[in-house]
């Protein structure tokens, strides 16, 4: 079982940055592709970006293309998220997920492991 820790969540203003992070326990953390999703309130679970076991292939989805950057460290367990030029609409809570296999980045149903999620909070 793997197990995820994301930190790094807060309040910020719009067009500020935030870098979020997740630590990951359990198996070899190289042997598995790392995502982050986030879901607002009312909403459903949404993906935001994913990168491949071997950072070969970073995904995004359309409304954080050029604003986000998913990366990770192997050496640390850890994937990040940098996220610059935040708006409002960005507020939610985040999630890191883990699969060892899948066929669709963009699908939560595809990943096995979750963290507990960090708040972001863009103000207007």
């Known amino acids: 079982q793997v197990h995820l820790v994301e930190s790094g969540g807060g309040l910020v203003q719009a067009g500020g940055s935030l870098r979020l992070s997740c630590v990951a326990s359990?198996?070899?953390?190289?042997?598995?592709?790392m995502a982050w999703f986030r879901q607002a309130p009312g909403k459903a679970r949404e993906f935001v970006a994913a990168?491949?076991?071997?950072?070969?292939?970073?995904s995004y989805a359309e409304s954080v293309k050029g604003r986000f950057t998913i990366s990770r460290d192997n050496a640390k367990n850890t994937v990040y998220l940098q996220m610059n030029s935040l708006k409002p609409e960005d507020t939610a809570v985040y999630y890191c997920?883990?699969?060892?296999?899948?066929?669709?980045?963009?699908?939560?149903?595809?990943?096995?492991?979750w963290g507990q999620g960090t708040q972001v909070t863009v103000s207007s």
């Open positions: 359990g198996g070899t953390f190289g042997s598995y592709h």
């Open positions: 997920a883990q699969t060892y296999y899948t066929t669709n980045y963009y699908s939560a149903g595809q990943y096995n492991s």
């Open positions: 990168v491949s076991r071997s950072d070969a292939t970073r």
